[in-house]
């Protein structure tokens, strides 16, 4: 079965940091790749960072990285501005601009004020 569940969301001031967590299944963590997607307020989704690509609106902002011990997969966000603001799905399957992964978690409030 797969799994993907987001948490770390918050509200955070402009230039401020946060990082979110992925907790996925053993399994989706072994058979998939696994990414961030977002949708901003009247927005449609898109692409935030993969394994091997980033957005270029966050790139040298946002970093990925992740713990095998522990199915669980963490975006670290720093320098966030206002237009960061959106809710964060954690996604597994294709991931990259324009995609339409196969799964998505139920997704975490990301609030930055100016």
């Known amino acids: 079965q797969v799994q993907l569940v987001e948490s770390g969301g918050g509200l955070v001031q402009t230039g401020g940091s946060l990082r979110l967590s992925c907790a996925a299944s053993?399994?989706?963590?072994?058979?998939?790749?696994i990414g961030w997607f977002r949708q901003g307020p009247g927005k449609d989704r898109e692409f935030v960072a993969s394994f091997t690509r980033f957005a270029e609106s966050v790139r040298g902002r946002f970093s990925m990285s992740s713990d095998p011990t522990k199915n669980t997969v963490y975006l670290q966000m720093n320098s966030l501005k206002p237009e960061d603001t959106g809710v964060y799905y954690c996604v597994a399957g294709i991931i990259a601009p324009g995609s339409t992964p196969e799964y998505w978690g139920q997704g975490t409030q990301v609030t930055v004020s100016s």
């Open positions: 053993r399994r989706t963590f072994v058979s998939y790749a």
